[in-house]
């Protein structure tokens, strides 16, 4: 009966599309203590089962000191390494014993902690999730393993050519100042100095793990008030930080930029095509616009799409993505080309439709498919609690409110061909474009 009821409410979210109803259809509950904490509680339908996530405005864009990448990451990891009242080992017998998914992962403007959990167990879940961020402890022994251990993983994800080509090579061209210039998981020379940075590790927690920085998330069969009194209980006592990170401006492009990987093994050639973009706005046309560009001529129901991968088949893969951010990031193409002597065309074929952006008008029912489309596919996704925290997190991290959605998503109903054609001249300049050209096997 639970589960219909959610059908049925997502079955009239689809129907009614891009109507006064909000596509954030659950109710929430904002609380906000007296230490910058913020609890945001979501309850739903679903019996029994809670979502808690933990989210830290704290990622790679807060790693502004020359040297010192990668520690946002690195906590992920040092985060699981327990304290004196529940180590390792305690921490991992309590989560056995309830039988609680947990992980985390981090962006490059956050750092989320989350588990799911039976409705019973949530308070024994609050108390040892305040306890590792308030008392987290680690030895130097400790300390220099797990450093190792995140270079390990590194070495791992440099075996993979589309990370080179998208997280790093991109990023060190785009970007001079700005933190988004590294990878989230930091400079390769940075990584392999970090068991040499205990210091500077505990300096770091101490600057981010603050309650200022942090929104508890809780998402499923909860009660709201109940909530609040758990979480005041093992976080009211949290002390605020000072800390603010000073993060520097990006300059403009001086002029078009393009760089070539030359991938020392077999492997497909890649282009990825890059233009600066603003920052997330959830009311900025512009910002909107960018992100239905992505859909429009780029998904696999695009003009783009049929003509490199069905139909010329020169393109195994085509995709574009405009992640949110909080600073100036950018608007990404991406394709995985089948033959070398392909790639300049390719990219000729990406660069043109961008060009056509500029001039022509996107049809106007076509734009208003995909506007609905983009509804059906964030209703549909969120049909249970994890999923439901899961995609607020992320926003959670940007304006700690689930509101934020709401109100992106109304500015993408009030968009018009005209507001795409002018967004896409405004970014789509050549002297804001970058170029990356991977090719394999010393081709």
Known sequence: MIRLLTTVLIAVLLVQGASNTKIFPYPYKVDDFANGLRLVTVPTEFPNVVALYIVVQTGSRNEVEPGKTGFAHFFEHMMFRGTKEFPPEKYQAVLSATGAASNAFTAPDLTAYHKTFSKPDLEIILRMEADRFQNLDYSPEVFRTEALAVLGEYNKNAADPLRRIRFEVLNDEAFSRHPYQHPVMGFLKDIQDMPNQLAYSKEFFQRYYRPEYTTVLVVGDVEPGATRRLVEKYWGAW???????????????????????????PTLPIVTVAFRGPAYDDRSKDHAALGLITTIAFSGNSALYRELVLKGQKADALSAFYPNRMDPYLFQVIARIKKVEDVDGVRDQILSTMANLKDALVDKKELERVKQRMRNE????????????????????????????????????????EDLRETARKYFQEKNRVVVTLVGGGK
Request: hydrophobic share 35%; glycine share 2%; proline share 10%.
């Open 239 to 265: 002390k605020r930080g000072s800390y603010q990170s000073a993060i520097p401006a990006e300059p403009p492009l001086d002029g078009p930029k393009a760089a070539r990987i030359d991938w020392p093994t």
């Open 378 to 417: 964030l209703a549909l996704s969120m049909d249970n609690s994890e999923a439901i925290a899961r995609t607020l997190a992320e926003f959670i991290a940007l304006r700690r409110t689930p509101e934020t959605i709401n109100t992106l998503y109304e500015t993408y109903s009030t968009l018009t061909p």
